[in-house]
């Protein structure tokens, strides 16, 4: 991946994890348990498994070990947010987007859009 110089934007097409720098916990959509803590990583290694397959064409779908079912990647809750799609956008050294500036590109795209944290 090229990334632009200082205060760049980078335009990214084609199947990708948008991430923040960490993960703090990954919730179950179904019966809101997380199945990934800070604390306690058991279950990342299955997540893992999955970003890869859904790298690899996959679906990405994760089952919960507390209810059973399952969801897409991103259907579960991450925090701090994590997102899997076809289009994004990386800003490099910008101020925080406003808000107003979120929504109005989630409606110009017609699907939620997820802000994923870097570095502070």
């Not at 997102?83 to 939620?112: C, K, Q, S, T």
């Amino acid at each position: 991946m090229h990334r632009q110089g200082v205060n760049g934007l980078n335009v990214v097409t084609g199947r990708a994890a948008f991430y923040s720098m960490a993960v703090g916990r990954i919730v179950c959509p179904h019966c809101q348990s997380a199945v990934v803590d800070q604390d306690d990583e058991e279950h990342w290694p299955s997540f893992s498994e999955s970003i890869d397959s859904w790298y690899a064409g996959g679906s990405g779908v994760e089952g919960c070990p507390h209810c059973g079912k399952s969801a897409g990647l991103n259907e579960w809750h991450w925090s701090p947010p994590w997102g899997f799609g076809y289009l994004g956008f990386e800003f490099w050294n910008w101020p925080p987007r406003d808000p107003g500036f979120i929504a109005d590109v989630a409606n110009l795209l017609g699907h939620r859009v997820v802000t994923p944290c870097g570095k502070s």
